[in-house]
């Protein structure tokens, strides 16, 4: 019973940390940076999703769809304002690393002001807080829509890719950059089109977590922090990582919480992201590097 | 022709003086706006300066902020109320920028030119004033939090401490539990030194009258998961459930407590207040959970401190932070006012004596408390629609004298 709850919350809690982590590969994919002012954007979702659906009401499906919206749009602002102004003078050095980290900064602090700094309770959007699956495992329903928005973010994205044009484009940007620019795509656009992508699924992170740890204008950090160890996990190479990476934390959290105590879980995730790295350093599903002599 | 140098000599001579003299009257003008002129001295139609040395910018400018608000607050009260001895008090704050080295020098400076008849400083500053304030015999009550680095060798008498903090507080949870018979008790505090110091003062006082600790847990405050402490917790079979979780963590933690259908009394010697947990938990999920703290913590707000927020967001304040930030200071003031107005004095010793003599007197004006609280009454709100609250009394720098007793709230049937 007590594995079963434990696999149970680690699914539930796993797979914000896949949308975020969605988010970082989506991202690093298309343009070989990473956003990390991901965990902003997700503490933007939550508090987006106070003011539409506490304070002016909206409901629960139109507030979903306005914080995705607003969120890719503040995840466009981020790479304007930290990636393309060193991407257009060629700067291929790490220098949006502090860029992105100094807008999540900025973001923070503006949601201090509008926000204040006291969480912000958000009810849960539908049905009971939570769903009794037999002996004393329960599942918090706001996970529910986490875990769906990841199925439909991977099925969607695997269509995409296959099947259109911006899709097929984005993963030959992954690929090969300058061969795809070099075919008279515009990797630029590109760019700016996976943060907004990575900045949705940030925010719809933040929509399902409002109800369950309240909207706070500081807590987005931590969970980009697993979320980014996720997707060392399961892999940059592709979204499926990202998305086992997610579960995988978050059951590996949940696991080591209910056998070793709270104060240790971290300890299993971080000890599983080294044995992992050492063993295998590209990923779960990430492929090897093969180098012919 | 020299009569007329000589009156020309002279007109100049008085012309040079009248010169020099407003010359002197500016500067003696300059100096008075500068300073202000000892209290000690002053009649009782000029006005008494107290100081505030806080984090008003910086990156604790939003517990500075509401220092500031909660002590406006309590000096418009106190003037209203015809002031401190027939004085109209005034309050000079000086900004450590959110550099806590600083409050010392600050206070040292002010102190210098004018006497204060009370100080107060920031939080985290405190334990490095308290020895400065002490040896210049000046009067600190204030919402300070310092009692953590207090010597009980060293009580520093003139020094007052109004917030309620660490372990404390859940010392008198724990002597409540006991008064309602609960021996087994599971306990939750908050990951770090505040959730150690709670389970070290917890552990012995617990095994000492016979109870037990059935299982102890140490949460994260920004956890998000808390199901698998729980379940361990509710698999030891306690009685009853003793918390210390600060803010949304606490909520979310009495929420999954809630939702697990787990129907155990909480009592929390928690620094939480009613703002932290107000709008996030319902109300009906408190029931038959009792906090021991000021008044601030009771939820909704017990109506002297709701008067309070009332007042604050009246004066243009924005209460976005928690109660507690406002409360401390403003008690401090109270506190200050009606010590000197009842010994008809400003002197420190004089103050701090009769503070700490005065039993458990109610003092007017309060908002996180009722009384001094030496010998701990306690007051009861909201018990039978939702977070109930025992006060606990303040206490002094360096002493635990107040939380002698605690009486016990009625919880609702079937607890």
């Known amino acids: 019973m007590e594995l079963g709850g434990a696999v149970v919350s680690g699914i539930a809690i796993g797979s914000v940390y896949a949308l975020i982590a ?45 914080v995705a919206i607003a969120a890719g749009a503040l995840g466009a602002i981020v790479e304007r304002v930290a990636i393309w102004p060193l991407a257009s003078r060629g700067d291929d050095t790490l220098t949006w690393l502090i860029s992105t980290l100094g807008v999540a900064v900025l973001i923070t602090g503006f949601a201090e002001r509008v926000w204040g700094t006291i969480p912000l309770g958000v009810p849960n959007y539908v049905g009971p807080n939570v769903i009794h699956l037999g002996g004393q495992i329960n599942l918090a329903t706001p996970y529910l829509i986490g875990i769906g928005s990841v199925l439909v973010a991977a099925a969607a994205i695997e269509v995409s890719q296959r099947f259109t044009i911006w899709g097929k484009a984005m993963r030959a940007t992954a690929d090969n950059r300058q061969a795809v620019a070099l075919a008279g795509v515009n990797v630029i656009r590109l760019g700016v089109v996976s943060f907004a992508i990575g900045g949705a699924l940030a925010g719809i992170a933040g929509f399902v977590l409002a109800p369950i740890t309240f909207a706070d204008s500081t807590a987005g950090m931590s969970f980009a922090v697993l979320a980014f160890a996720a997707l060392a996990i399961g892999g940059f190479a592709s ?42 350093p590209e990923g779960l599903t990430g492929s090897r590097n093969v180098r012919l002599v | 022709m020299s009569e007329r140098r000589g009156i020309a000599a002279t007109l100049r001579r008085g012309r040079w003086l009248v010169g020099c003299g407003a010359v002197v009257l500016a500067v003696t003008a300059c100096g008075g706006s500068s300073s202000p002129s000892s209290s000690s001295t002053s009649s009782s139609s000029t006005p008494l300066h107290i100081l505030l040395v806080t984090n008003v910018t ?26 401190v001895l027939g004085r109209q008090l005034v309050l000079d704050v000086k900004d450590d920028g959110s550099d806590n080295t600083k409050d010392l020098p600050l206070i040292q400076s002010a102190t210098a030119s004018y006497k204060y008849p009370l100080v107060m400083n920031s939080d985290p500053a405190a334990a490095s004033t308290a020895p400065y304030i002490a040896r210049q015999s000046l009067l600190e009550i204030c919402g300070c939090a310092a009692e953590k680095y207090a010597e009980p060798s060293a009580p520093n008498p003139t020094i007052f401490d109004t917030d309620y903090v660490g372990a404390r507080p859940m010392d008198a949870a724990a002597q409540y539990a006991q008064s309602k018979g609960y021996t087994r008790v599971a306990v939750m505090v908050q990951q770090g030194e505040f959730g150690d110091a709670d389970l070290q003062a917890l552990k012995p006082l617990i095994s000492s009258t016979g109870g037990t600790i059935t299982d102890s847990e140490s949460l994260s405050f920004t956890g998000v998961d808390f199901t698998s402490a729980i379940a361990r917790s509710r698999a030891s079979h306690p009685q009853a459930l003793l918390t210390d979780i600060f803010g949304a963590g606490d909520a979310h933690l009495r929420t999954e407590i809630h939702d697990s259908g787990w129907n155990i009394p909480i009592i929390s010697g928690s620094n939480d207040a009613a703002t932290a947990l107000k709008g996030l938990v319902p109300l009906a999920d408190l029931k038959g959970q009792v906090v021991v703290g000021p008044r601030s913590m009771a939820y909704p707000s017990e109506p002297a401190a709701q008067t309070f927020i009332d007042n604050l967001q009246k004066a243009g304040v924005n209460v976005t932070s928690y109660l507690y930030g406002y409360g401390g200071d403003h008690d401090g ?42 010998s701990a009454t306690s007051g009861e709100w909201n018990a039978a629609s939702g ?11 360096g002493r635990l004298k107040l939380i002698k007793s605690v009486s016990a709230p009625t919880l609702p049937a079937g607890m």
């Open chain 1, 22 to 66: 969605l988010g970082f590969s989506f991202i690093y994919r298309t343009t070989g940076s990473f956003n990390f002012a991901q965990g902003q954007i997700v503490t933007f979702g939550s508090l987006i999703s106070y003011s539409l659906y506490v304070s002016a009401g909206v409901p629960a499906l139109a507030a979903i769809v306005i």
């Open chain 1, 239 to 280: 979204h499926w990582g990202a998305i086992f990476g997610g579960w995988l934390v978050g059951i590996t959290e949940s696991i080591g919480g209910t056998y070793a105590g709270l104060q240790y879980q971290d300890i299993f995730v971080f000890g599983v992201l080294i044995v992992i790295l050492l063993i295998r």
């Open chain 2, 58 to 83: 910086g990156a604790g400018s939003q517990n500075g902020t509401s220092n500031v608000a909660g002590v406006k607050e309590a000096i418009n009260e106190v003037n209203q109320a015809g002031g």
């Open chain 2, 333 to 374: 003031v109270t506190l200050f006012a009606w010590a000197a107005n009842q010994t008809h004095s400003l002197d420190a010793t004089t103050i701090a004596n009769k503070l700490h003599s005065s039993g458990d007197v109610a003092v007017p004006g309060l908002v996180e408390g009722t009384t001094t609280g030496y």
């Open chain 2, 387 to 397: 977070l109930a609250l025992m006060e606990a009394g303040y206490y002094n720098l």
